[in-house]
């Protein structure tokens, strides 16, 4: 072994312990951001954002509508039932729905029942009058709402030129209860566009 070689390998074996003390002492710097902010990860999925955006857009059509004026009881009783995602993402749709109730009852027009959550599948006429029956007569055990509001998630993928489009389909009905009939309902869309490249767009 040359005497080149040997000092190259003392130096490596010195700086070698050097090195391990410098990475392990890093640290990962953490910040707080506005979540509906510019700062926050715009990702090619749906991500906190978005469900602000897509939150505050419903319920602002929602209240417009005049819909929950025409209540028979004054604020409105809505029962509140999942949202149905039909996308491709493992999504927590319950972030959805929490900002919509919480946007929604803020306004004093509404209040939540927490006893059940209807859906459509309850919005028949024979099921409103058992409702109804429970409330005015002998089964009278909880208030039926005026209201079921209920929600879909559908995603749509489109591909050119190396470009991907995720196109997210945000859509809420509001049905009244009593007559099964849809009195509202409005969707958001959000389409988010990711490119593989090595240098970027």
Request: hydrophobic share 40%; net charge positive.
């Amino acid at each position: 072994m040359t005497k080149l070689r040997f000092n190259t390998m003392l130096l490596a074996g010195a700086l070698l312990p050097a090195t391990f003390l410098i990475t392990g002492c890093q640290t990962a710097e953490t910040r707080t951001v506005d979540a509906s902010g510019p700062q926050a990860l715009n990702t090619g999925g749906i991500n906190s954002q978005d469900w602000a955006n897509a939150a505050d857009q419903l319920v602002g059509s929602l209240l417009s509508s005049g819909a929950l004026d025409k209540s028979p009881t004054q604020p409105a009783i809505l029962a509140v039932d999942r949202i149905i995602n039909n996308t491709q993402l493992n999504i927590d749709t319950d972030l959805l729905i929490k900002k919509i109730r919480v946007a929604l009852t803020q306004t004093g027009k509404v209040v939540v029942t927490n006893t059940m959550g209807l859906g459509e599948r309850a919005v028949v006429a024979s099921e409103a009058a058992e409702l109804d029956e429970m409330t005015t007569g002998k089964k009278a055990k909880i208030i039926a709402p005026n209201y079921t509001l209920y929600g879909k998630l559908i995603q749509q993928t489109d591909r050119l030129n190396g470009v991907t489009q995720n196109t997210y389909s945000f859509q809420m009905s509001l049905v009244a209860v009593k007559t099964g009939f849809t009195v509202w309902e409005d969707e958001r869309q959000i389409a988010k566009q990711t490119k593989k490249s090595a240098v970027g767009w």
